[in-house]
């Protein structure tokens, strides 16, 4: 069973640009979530999809914006980077949005 | 609205000393709690879950946690902590709301082990 993997591991970007980060859901699991951790924090919930829908939202503006693809795995769309999306951004798999989530490795968005 | 409180952000305990980190929740119904733990500029990984039902529950790497409503207190416990426990861990609640789960983290405890 292949569990949650994401890509790329690292980016660096400069202030200003657009960054897509993607990640591939656990065999099976039709749910995606997405958070947001900067460093010395806990995860902050972005926005979960499920069945290609985004149903749920958390308190980041729309330049935050993703995709989900029959495969069930998903793309997180960032637009006009600021200094503070620095931070490592994880990627959540589940059945049915009330199960468990299992996480990937994340991505480490560096902005410039 | 729902939060996590982890009141300690470091402790420090011997390898083989018994180990229990703090996890204080605010949610107006019986939530979805969890324990996760975080290496290094690494993912997280589940350790143990409690949905309902025995309020003790057993998790991976002989962690246990119990949910006590009257206190809503989520506490992890290890009766003997190895060295490669040293991480970072987090109490999370989730609940079902308008059709998908929000999970909210609580900010962290990092686990030092000494010798």
Redesign the interface.
């Known amino acids: 069973e292949t569990g949650v993997t994401q890509s790329p591991t690292h980016l660096i970007k400069t202030r200003g640009q657009q960054v897509t980060l993607r990640c591939s859901s656990q065999s099976g699991h039709n749910t995606v979530s997405w958070y947001q951790q900067a460093l010395g924090q806990g995860p902050q919930f972005i926005f979960q999809y499920y069945r290609e829908e985004e149903n749920g939202r958390g308190n980041f503006p729309p330049r935050f914006s993703g995709l989900q693809f029959p495969n069930y795995s998903s793309e997180l769309n960032v637009n006009a980077l600021e200094l503070d999306d620095s931070a490592l951004y994880l990627c959540a798999s589940s059945l049915p949005p009330g199960y468990e989530q299992y996480f990937g490795p994340g991505t480490r968005l560096t902005v410039t | 609205a729902q939060s996590?409180t982890q009141p300690d952000i470091h402790i420090t305990v011997s390898e083989g000393a018994s180990l229990e980190l703090r996890c204080n929740y605010s949610y107006g119904a019986t939530p979805?709690l969890?324990w996760?733990v975080q290496s290094p500029?690494?993912?997280?990984?589940?350790l143990l879950?409690y949905f309902s039902g025995d309020t003790l529950v057993q998790g991976i790497k002989g962690f246990e946690a119990e949910f006590k409503r009257s206190q809503s207190s989520f506490n992890l416990r290890k009766p003997s902590v190895h060295w490669s426990d040293a991480a970072e861990y987090?109490c999370?609640v989730g609940s079902?709301?308008?059709?998908?789960?929000?999970?909210?983290?609580?900010?962290?405890t990092k686990l030092q082990v000494i010798p």
């Not at chain 2, 079902?96 to 983290?105: I, L």
């Open positions: 996590v979805y969890f996760y500029g690494q993912g997280l990984q589940l879950k987090f999370a079902p709301s308008g059709g998908y789960q929000k999970v909210t983290f609580g900010t962290g």
